[in-house]
């Protein structure tokens, strides 16, 4: 992967997660491009744009055989700053009454500079707003807002009526993604 003089934007439109390397090469190279031309001048430094990569997604490979190791997420993607995000999920909870299971939905939306919103769906083809944030929620406490979100509408029990254990075991002990856990030497700039 080389740089192409004169071009201020790159956009990388497809990328599986073998291929995230070459644009974190591309970076690097561009960074040190830059840096040798303003030694002469000011010169600015070309963006890349990442279109529609799905990057939680790709981010679940690293680590595995033929793919990027998992310090890839700290070292260049956490550095990805997101625009334009929409993030969809999809739950079902048990409830002791009819109609015994709730299905419900909601979202992550970010338009940058805007903060992260979690988003309810409510149904009507319509979404609400339920938290906002300028630090992106990991997936285990979108869930939990949009859980609370429930329970002030009525629709699910409250946290004291639930009980502890029943509340355990009904989110367990995982409630994050590998990356999104607090790690030694890992980066969160992800959040924001």
């Known amino acids: 992967v080389k740089p192409i003089e004169g071009v201020g934007m790159y956009i990388v ?3 599986s997660a073998q291929e995230l ?6 970076y690097e190279q561009l960074k040190v491009d830059t840096k040798e031309d303003e030694e002469g ?30 310090d890839f997420q700290d070292r260049f993607l956490s ?12 739950y079902s909870r048990s409830v002791s009454q009819p109609p ?3 299905n419900f939905q909601g979202c992550i939306f970010r338009s940058y500079p ?26 285990g406490e979108f869930k939990e807002q949009l859980t609370d979100a ?3 509408e009525g629709a699910i029990a409250k946290k004291e009526e639930e009980g502890a254990l029943f509340g355990f075991l009904r989110t367990g002990y ?8 607090e790690r030694e030497d890992a980066s969160l700039e992800w959040q924001t």
């Open 21 to 26: 390397p070459d644009v974190e090469e591309l």
């Open 79 to 90: 550095r990805v700053k997101p625009v334009y995000y929409l993030r969809t999920r999809q």
């Open 174 to 181: 995982k409630t994050t993604t590998w990356w999104e856990e």
């Open 41 to 70: 001048g000011a010169k600015k430094e070309p963006v890349i744009v990442f279109y529609n990569l799905k990057l939680d997604v790709l981010r679940g490979d690293l680590g595995a055989p033929a793919f990027p190791g998992k």
């Open 100 to 102: 015994f299971i709730i």
């Open 13 to 15: 439109v497809v990328a």
């Open 150 to 152: 429930l329970r002030e």
């Open 114 to 139: 805007g903060h992260f919103q979690t988003l309810l769906d409510t149904g009507t083809g319509r979404y609400r707003k339920v938290v906002g944030s300028d630090v992106r929620p990991a997936l």
